[in-house]
């Protein structure tokens, strides 16, 4: 890509026609918020490489490998050593203490852990998970559950660890046992189906009452799930946040029924609890009756009774400039992931440290188009893929540091994904090609315009006016750019498939980076964000959102009884092609074996990118820049340390805050 091309970008002002009305300015930003080991990708086309290309292949495929050596060396030496340390140190408590401060950049959409994802800091430190799960060591290390048990490939059993207790606001404080996991796990779907959950159903599908599965309690120390499918990777999904422990009694106080909807505020067992939840500051103290864990071993960073920071303050700024300045002063401990051009200016300065590591989480953003707008027309959604400059993507947005991504993380999980030079075969950049089948197909009539929805509380939008641009130099159509609150934004993402007012998002997962199910393949298939955000319907999945788009007549029409009658036979079929990706999403998730396993990802992947909608993944960084304040200390490197879903911040105990 050359230079002009951004510099020309960057000299177009953005009109207020264009800019539409949102409650916030466009500059405040956008977001990225909606969650196998082996060498290098296997090539699968069997043809010749020209000896240049492959060369060039080999050696960057030898610098990612190496580097990524380097920093997993980097995070065995930074951990190897502290286990003993830290045992001495809990003795004397010279790392306890302090107020970890964080900006929060915008209010949270709720506190209940069946519902809400907006809020993981204050959810995943308020409550416990049954295990955390190391992605850079490759390995579980229990928290509620003090060991668990695969019985067969549908029988999961759980052993609880004894002395778990609620904090003094929830159940008076008592010990917690198998009924009250039950009562917790089966919340999940009826949360989906009745409370307007983000939780999504990958992470409890297989243990759906309504889909046939069932729990026995033994005793109090005892919960097994008998699964009503097998699913891969069901104890990393319960390594991730979203899976908890709440207490029954408050939420039959608060809602008169074991599966209510509570505040979720003070209802766990986590090391925890809030102390004051306010509207522009929300504060945690410790839990005094935080349960302990077992003597340190090499690599945990659990400590034996509670965190070495005392409390945390969450102090809500919207607005994405004073967020950041408030970091850069230093009156923030935390900020996150950033791109390769903050981490290079924020670097130098005196109250940050940028941590690095391999970036793995790389399936997880991607532009996502409103399927009831493009499934008619899959030529135009075919030209808005060839109209995307995915080499300058890299180059202008990635600082040249990226690769190309797919439904599954080439990086995470090399073995199940797809080569870079087969992805390059499906993003294809050809503006004069693309603008041709965009006028051959009645692209200027069908869509004279594009809207795109931002995020109001990000310092940055940069990944989204690039590809806005793209789209408005190779196909001259016009791109709208909608600024968006919290609340707003994900209801604006999540709507229902025929009411979507955007025709292109630029969407994340919150990057569970632990499962290729969820990687960035969530956001594809029917039983994943692909019925919401992508509208590929499955039977029994979104049951309460058949395609509807009156331009379409081979869907049901608003408003009438005939409509009813067709939205109620509607839901008795299956779209095929969510019924095809739903079908390898099954087969995938319940085969132990490796090796077939990666031959139907793969297959899958390829159906999904020949098929052109409605989800084009983006080009993602092949490091991972994360930006703490220099008081924080101990925060493993990426891709551990950033990772609410694996052990990293809000989930390790054993960061300290220096001075």
């Known amino acids: ?300 960073r659990f400590n034996v009774d509670m965190p070495y920071i005392d409390a945390m303050d969450h102090v809500l700024i919207t607005d994405g400039a004073a967020r950041q300045a408030r970091f850069l002063a230093g009156d923030a401990d935390y900020w996150g992931p950033v791109s390769k051009i903050d981490a290079d200016t924020w670097g130098g300065q005196p109250n940050v440290e940028i941590l690095t590591g391999p970036a793995i989480d790389d399936g997880g953003i991607m532009i996502q188009l409103a399927a009831a707008k493009w499934t008619p027309y899959p030529e135009l959604s075919r030209a808005l893929s060839m109209a995307m400059d995915w080499d300058g993507y890299i180059d202008v947005i990635l600082s040249g540091e990226g690769r190309r991504s797919a439904p599954v993380s080439p990086t995470a999980f090399p073995k199940y994904a797809l080569s870079q030079e087969e992805i390059r075969e499906y993003q294809v950049y050809d503006p004069q090609g693309a603008r041709q089948l965009w006028e051959a197909n009645n692209g200027p009539e069908i869509f004279p315009e594009l809207d795109t929805t931002v995020a109001a509380w990000a310092a940055d939008i940069s990944n989204v006016q690039f590809i806005g641009q793209s789209f408005e130099d190779s196909l001259g159509v016009q791109v709208n750019y909608n600024p968006l609150e919290l609340a707003t934004y994900i209801a604006s993402a999540n709507g229902p498939t025929g009411t979507k007012d955007w025709h292109f998002f630029i969407a994340g997962n919150n990057a569970v980076s632990t499962m290729p199910d969820w990687n960035a393949l969530v956001a594809y298939t029917p039983d994943g964000y692909g019925a919401i955000w992508g509208g590929n319907w499955y039977k029994g999945v979104n049951i309460s959102d058949p395609w509807v788009n009156p331009e379409n007549p081979n869907y049901a029409e608003n408003g009438g009884s005939e409509a009813g009658e067709a939205v109620r036979a509607a839901l008795e079929i299956t779209h095929p092609y969510a019924r095809e990706l739903q079908d390898y999403a099954d087969r995938q998730a319940a085969t132990t074996d490796d090796d077939e396993r990666a031959d139907i990802l793969k297959e899958l992947q390829r159906r999904i990118f020949t098929r052109y909608c409605c989800t084009f993944p983006l080009p993602t960084q092949t490091t991972k820049y994360v930006a703490v304040g220099s008081r924080l200390k101990g925060l493993p490197v990426p891709p551990d340390g950033d990772q609410t879903a694996s052990f990293g911040m809000w989930r390790a105990h054993n960061i300290w805050l220096e001075g």
Not at 140 to 165: C, H, I, K, M
Not at 222 to 233: G, H, M, R
Not at 264 to 270: S, V
């Open 1 to 300: 890509m050359k230079e002009s091309y951004w510099g020309k970008y960057w000299r177009r002002r953005v009109s207020r026609r264009r800019v539409l009305a949102g409650g916030a300015t466009i500059a405040a930003g956008s977001a990225a918020i909606l969650a196998g080991c082996g060498d290098d990708d296997d090539d699968d086309g069997g043809s010749a490489q020209p000896a240049a290309t492959q060369a060039a292949q080999e050696q960057q495929a030898a610098a990612e490998e190496e580097a990524t050596e380097a920093a997993q060396a980097a995070a065995e030496e930074t951990t190897a050593d502290e286990p003993e340390e830290q045992v001495s140190e809990a003795e004397d408590r010279s790392r306890y203490g302090g107020t970890l401060n964080y900006s929060y950049p915008a209010y949270p959409t709720g506190f209940d852990p069946s519902i809400t994802i907006t809020f993981p800091q204050g959810l995943a430190t308020s409550y416990s998970q049954m295990m955390a799960f190391s992605i850079t060591e490759d390995q579980f290390y229990p928290d509620a559950a003090q060991s668990w048990e695969q019985v067969d490939q549908e029988t999961l059993v759980f052993n609880l660890r004894p002395g778990v207790r609620f904090n003094p606001d929830a159940s008076d404080g008592r010990e917690v046992n198998s009924e009250d996991w039950y009562i917790s796990l089966r919340r999940y779907p009826d949360s989906r189906a009745n409370r307007g959950s983000n939780v999504n159903e990958l992470f409890f599908s297989f243990m759906d009452e309504s889909q046939g599965a069932t729990f026995d309690t033994p005793d109090d120390l005892t919960l097994t799930i008998n699964q009503n499918k097998a699913f891969a990777s069901n104890l990393r999904a319960f390594a991730a946040a979203s899976l908890v422990v709440v207490s029954p009694e408050r939420l039959a106080a608060e809602e008169s029924g074991d599966l209510g909807q509570l505040s979720g505020i003070n209802a766990g067992t986590g090391p925890y609890m809030f102390d004051n939840v306010g509207e522009t500051r929300i504060t945690l103290k410790r839990n005094p009756n935080y349960f302990e864990h077992p003597e340190q071993i090499a690599g945990t």
